[in-house]
């Protein structure tokens, strides 16, 4: 797999900490998540997330793609598809404690694929492959993580919150990616004290006032070699499929005025 000089960057310069993020890093979306919904003491965070960077640059070292990666494994495998072995259904918790589609996953993971699905006009099969992160990148406003914040630990999340934006989003990597969804709800504005300035320090872009949209902040960077729409919106979870489709339409509208191309390359 080739990687790009810019994410190669990205690993040989200082970072806040860790963690870069999951996916393809060739890919033209990016998803910016909260932060991670994992215990920070737990062997998880410290797999996932905490040794991330190094994962990172053994892929890099290596050349390695997803040509490496075994979907059978049930476990985290590799920062390019964390776990492949998951299936596009929902896996949740009966009343009576026994657990629904087994094979699935979050209901978040569940609809980034369905909104990844949509922006790229692919068409989605219930029960097929979880492979979102073929086709797009993820990664958190803060590498911080707990299930429930204390002051403390809301604290340091708003540390983490302002360096990640100020000495890693800031990067070109980051800059490069033409669609960015944030599905945050009210975490930069809770983190950062204000939606429109975190999004203009993290990733350059302003602003665009639009009234007519429920709950959908567009932020848009006029570059003419590397334009970015930034879209803010509610968390994801049990968003609507009507919801989803407003979002994709958008980013499409800003796809085509500008001539990207949004599949990655083929060296994937």
Not at 86 to 107: C, H, L, P
């Amino acid at each position: 797999m080739e990687y790009s000089k810019e994410f190669k960057n990205l690993l040989n310069v200082g970072l806040p900490d860790g963690y870069i993020g999951h996916g393809n890093p060739n890919a033209k979306i990016l998803i910016l998540g909260q932060e991670p919904a994992l215990h920070k003491d737990s062997e998880q965070y410290s797999l996932e997330i905490a040794n991330n960077k190094h994962q990172w640059q053994i892929l890099v070292e290596n050349g390695s793609g997803y040509e490496s990666i075994n979907p059978a494994v049930i476990s985290f495998g590799s920062p390019l598809w964390p776990w492949a072995n998951q299936r596009f259904m929902v896996r949740s918790k009966t009343k009576d404690g026994k657990i629904k589609g087994k094979e699935g996953t979050a209901k978040t993971w569940y609809n980034y694929q369905k909104l990844v699905y949509r922006i790229l006009n692919k068409e989605t099969m219930h029960g097929g492959i979880l492979d979102f992160h073929k086709l797009s990148f993820h990664t958190d406003m803060s590498a911080e993580a707990s299930k429930k914040h204390n002051e403390v630990e809301f604290s340091k999340a708003k540390e983490s919150v302002r360096n990640r934006a100020e000495k890693l989003f800031s990067k070109p990597f980051f800059r490069k990616f033409p669609i960015v969804i944030a599905p945050v709800g009210h975490f930069p504005r809770d983190s950062y004290n204000d939606s429109y300035s975190y999004f203009h320090r993290a990733f350059g872009v302003n602003y665009c006032p639009n009234e007519s949209e429920d709950w959908i902040n567009i932020y848009v960077r006029e570059d003419s070699e590397y334009p970015q729409l930034l879209i803010h919106c509610k968390q994801i979870a049990y968003a609507s499929n009507h919801y989803l489709d407003r979002i994709a339409e958008i980013a499409s509208t800003f796809v085509k005025e500008h001539g990207i191309q949004l599949i990655p390359e083929a060296n994937i």
